[in-house]
């Protein structure tokens, strides 16, 4: 942490869609003023724990690592 430096907002607006053409669930949120980098993270439980799925500078990403059973995911974004 860098004394005097502001945080980056938090990212808002994720929303989270089923790709029936491909399995994936894609995600969106809007950009977060003062961010360069997104982390993603998923869990199965709500409230966590959450793994780390994604490092990136987008604002979307697709999740292929899902499963077709049936099983509900919890999204995190970090900026």
Same mark, same amino acid.
């Given at each position: /942490? +860098?004394?005097? &430096?502001? %945080? %980056? &907002? /938090? !990212?808002t607006g994720l929303t989270a869609t089923f790709d029936s053409m491909d399995g994936d669930i894609d995600l969106a949120w809007n950009? *977060?003023?003062g961010a360069?980098?997104?982390?993603?993270?998923?869990? $199965?439980i !709500?409230?966590? !724990?959450? $793994? +780390?799925? *994604?490092n990136l500078g987008a604002t979307s990403?697709?999740? *292929?690592?899902v499963t077709r059973n049936g099983s509900t995911y919890y999204y995190v974004i970090a900026s």
């Open positions: /942490v +860098v004394s005097g &430096a502001t %945080p %980056p &907002a /938090v !990212p950009t *977060a003023s360069t980098n997104y982390t993603v993270s998923r869990s $199965t !709500p409230g966590g !724990p959450y $793994t +780390v799925i *994604a990403h697709s999740d *292929a690592s």
